[in-house]
């Protein structure tokens, strides 16, 4: 049987043997209601014996029971911070492993804020690993990232073995996109603990995202080189006129004859691959060679499946390759699903978007005369507002 019961038990047998219950007995029922802080039972018990008139004694023990239960309402926050102060005045001098203490319990109470302030105070009365490691993490839960950072770096310098620190810094800085410093710092972890899972598993994962943004970099630089060999086409490069030479000193100059037409490189003919290409890499590199030969490039495309197209143009295109392709397009059906399929490639609507200027002019070129080769008006409908264009 509880406290609680057997104070009842205790309280009924007590009124079955007294038909009238005194004031004193009121109050002496409150007080051991009071030892088990059953304020509310107490507090009745209490006004009851003052209504019975008892005198002034009842009366002050009944503001001291309302006082107790307002003490015992209030919420755990408060309770913490009252119960700092007063330690805090009755001890002039609290020592660093104190505070340490009471940051531990507003931590427990997620009050970080809190917490941080009773870390604060152990470390300006005594720099320590575990400070600095705790302050870091509330630090983190408050997304105070930088701090977390600068706690986390202090808390190793002083203890290159603290591994918490590694942790939560990589933690830190895999949230900011920091992966290579994230990895390195979770490398140093499970060196420092071989059997540590999480680390283990974050290292994984952050390899694999390390080699995805170096692809994609690859690729954009890639892509960079192709526009600027577009830019230099055979039919832009031109070779200077023979310049004049003068055999002797005469007194009028020659007339310079002008030739009609400048002369042009003469560039081999580029031979399109048999095999469709394997990834984009394969597919920009031919692509730039074909440079402004649109008829090559229609062929080309059409040697490349629907379905490896949009695998290999799924997450490299751009909006001025979309508008290169339509250029080399015809209105055959063939051209028309291409078109479609690019409509299925991820982030299309957002590069839809930045399809511009001169880019903008070919696509609405294209639909132009796409509508008027009569083509399906539903299909064009589609095709005209996945593109955004208005004719």
Same mark, same amino acid.
């Given at each position: 049987?509880?406290?609680?019961?057997?104070?009842?038990?205790?309280?009924?047998?007590? #009124? *079955?043997?007294?038909? #009238?219950?005194?004031?004193?007995?009121?109050? %002496?029922?409150?007080?051991?209601?009071?030892?088990?802080?059953?304020?509310?039972?107490?507090?009745?018990?209490?006004?009851?014996?003052?209504?019975?008139?008892?005198?002034?004694?009842?009366?002050?023990?009944?503001?001291?029971?309302? +006082?107790?239960?307002?003490?015992?309402?209030?919420?755990? #926050?408060? &309770?913490?911070?009252?119960?700092?102060?007063?330690?805090?005045?009755?001890?002039?001098?609290?020592?660093?492993?104190?505070?340490?203490?009471? @940051?531990?319990?507003?931590?427990?109470? +997620?009050?970080?804020?809190?917490?941080?302030?009773?870390?604060?105070?152990?470390?300006?009365?005594?720099?320590?690993?575990? &400070?600095? @490691?705790?302050?870091?993490?509330?630090?983190?839960? %408050?997304?105070?990232?930088?701090?977390?950072?600068?706690?986390?770096?202090?808390?190793?310098?002083?203890?290159?073995?603290?591994?918490?620190?590694?942790?939560?810094?990589?933690?830190?800085?895999?949230?900011?996109?920091?992966?290579?410093?994230?990895?390195?710092?979770?490398?140093?972890?499970?060196?420092?603990?071989?059997?540590?899972?999480?680390?283990?598993?974050?290292?994984?994962?952050?390899?694999?995202?390390?080699?995805?943004?170096?692809?994609?970099?690859?690729?954009?630089?890639?892509?960079?080189?192709?526009?600027?060999?577009?830019?230099?086409?055979?039919?832009?490069?031109?070779?200077?006129?023979?310049?004049?030479?003068?055999?002797?000193?005469?007194?009028?100059?020659?007339?310079?004859?002008?030739?009609?037409?400048?002369?042009?490189?003469?560039?081999?003919?580029?031979?399109?691959?048999?095999?469709?290409?394997?990834?984009?890499?394969?597919?920009?590199?031919?692509?730039?060679?074909?440079?402004?030969?649109?008829?090559?490039?229609?062929?080309?495309?059409?040697?490349?499946?629907?379905?490896?197209?949009?695998?290999?143009?799924?997450? *490299?295109?751009? *909006?001025?390759?979309?508008?290169?392709?339509?250029?080399?397009?015809?209105?055959?059906?063939?051209? %028309?699903?291409?078109?479609?399929?690019?409509?299925?490639?991820?982030?299309?609507?957002?590069?839809?978007?930045?399809?511009?200027?001169?880019?903008?002019?070919?696509?609405?070129?294209?639909?132009? @005369?796409?509508?008027?080769?009569?083509?399906?008006?539903?299909?064009?409908?589609?095709?005209?507002?996945?593109?955004?264009?208005?004719?």
């Amino acid at each position: 049987m509880d406290e609680q019961d057997y104070i009842e038990t205790k309280v009924i047998k007590y #009124q *079955s043997n007294h038909q #009238q219950v005194s004031s004193e007995e009121f109050k %002496l029922q409150g007080n051991e209601f009071f030892k088990l802080k059953k304020y509310r039972e107490g507090l009745l018990d209490m006004e009851e014996s003052v209504s019975t008139r008892i005198g002034q004694w009842c009366n002050e023990n009944t503001m001291l029971f309302s +006082k107790d239960l307002e003490t015992y309402l209030m919420d755990e #926050q408060d &309770y913490i911070e009252t119960k700092v102060i007063k330690y805090q005045s009755n001890h002039q001098q609290v020592s660093s492993e104190e505070f340490k203490l009471q @940051g531990n319990e507003f931590f427990k109470l +997620k009050k970080y804020r809190e917490a941080i302030k009773c870390y604060t105070r152990a470390i300006n009365i005594e720099e320590s690993v575990l &400070y600095y @490691g705790n302050r870091a993490i509330c630090y983190m839960h %408050l997304k105070q990232h930088k701090k977390c950072i600068q706690d986390c770096t202090k808390a190793i310098a002083l203890d290159d073995q603290y591994i918490k620190g590694y942790l939560v810094r990589a933690n830190t800085y895999m949230v900011l996109n920091s992966y290579e410093k994230s990895l390195k710092d979770y490398q140093q972890a499970l060196r420092l603990q071989p059997r540590n899972s999480k680390a283990k598993s974050q290292i994984k994962k952050l390899q694999l995202i390390i080699e995805e943004e170096n692809q994609k970099a690859q690729q954009q630089l890639a892509h960079q080189n192709m526009m600027k060999q577009e830019e230099l086409t055979p039919e832009n490069i031109v070779v200077p006129p023979k310049p004049v030479v003068v055999d002797e000193i005469v007194k009028e100059p020659p007339q310079l004859t002008i030739p009609a037409t400048i002369q042009k490189i003469t560039v081999p003919d580029y031979q399109i691959p048999d095999s469709p290409p394997s990834s984009f890499y394969e597919f920009e590199i031919v692509w730039r060679n074909i440079g402004s030969n649109q008829e090559k490039k229609l062929v080309y495309l059409q040697l490349i499946p629907l379905e490896k197209l949009k695998s290999i143009l799924s997450n *490299s295109i751009t *909006s001025p390759l979309i508008a290169s392709i339509f250029s080399a397009l015809d209105f055959s059906e063939h051209s %028309l699903s291409i078109v479609e399929t690019m409509t299925k490639l991820p982030r299309f609507s957002m590069l839809s978007m930045m399809i511009t200027g001169d880019n903008r002019k070919i696509v609405n070129n294209y639909f132009r @005369g796409l509508q008027e080769c009569g083509t399906d008006p539903s299909m064009c409908s589609h095709l005209l507002q996945c593109y955004r264009v208005s004719i």
